[in-house]
């Protein structure tokens, strides 16, 4: 069982539509006691950094996903769920993030060349291939971005994709088995729903560890 976390902020119904189209089964996360029978959590956002923060805190998951993060079960953030997890944002500087990944979110820069929000389609590098969440994706591979701000790890270590666009960012992140994507896999057509089904696999794995323990 997939748990969406819905604070009324995302492509939630994009995304549990795709969840399922990749294999999963879910449910709506709105309070601490929907984590019950969740093998994985999803996180998505869309919008202001600082909008998304405090929809997600006014749902009293904060500790309760801080400590899920914390026992290395599987997440996965997307978009602005995935800059959520850093301490801050350029977008709202006076609003802290969860502060999972060290680092900070910051804007594009104004070049007359690159036309800020990057929409649409966009190639990533891997930086941990070896990764399960990243099992049959090749560099190269495309993703649908709609994005003006992006992440910028403390710790280079974490990217897991990078992406060229007027500069190199880090697309996704990784930490065991937390993996957060700047792109939508939602959106992602068949590239996506393979990212998915990893997720999908991987939470079930982990919940077939724990019962052989």
Known sequence: MIGIINYEIGNLRSVEKALIQAGGQVKWVRSPGDLDGCQG??????????????????????????????RDRP???????????????????????????????????NRGELKVPQIGWNQVTLRQSGHVMLA??????????????????????ITAMETEYGLRFASAGARGNLFATQFHPEKSQANGL?????????SKNYEASLACR
Request: glycine content about 14%; aromatic content about 16%.
């Open 194 to 202: 393979r990212l998915l089904g990893n997720f999908v696999s991987v």
């Open 41 to 70: 959590l999803v996180l998505p956002g869309v919008g202001a950094f600082g909008d998304c923060i405090r929809g997600f805190r006014a749902t009293g998951l904060w500790s309760s996903v801080l400590e899920w993060i914390k």
């Open 136 to 157: 049959g994706i090749e560099h190269g591979t495309y993703y649908y971005f709609v994005h003006s701000y992006y992440p910028v790890p403390a710790d280079p270590a």
């Open 75 to 109: 997440f996965l953030g997307i978009c602005v769920g995935y800059q959520m997890l850093f301490e801050s944002s350029e977008e709202s500087p006076e609003t802290p993030g969860l502060g999972i990944f060290g680092g900070r979110v910051v804007r594009f820069p």
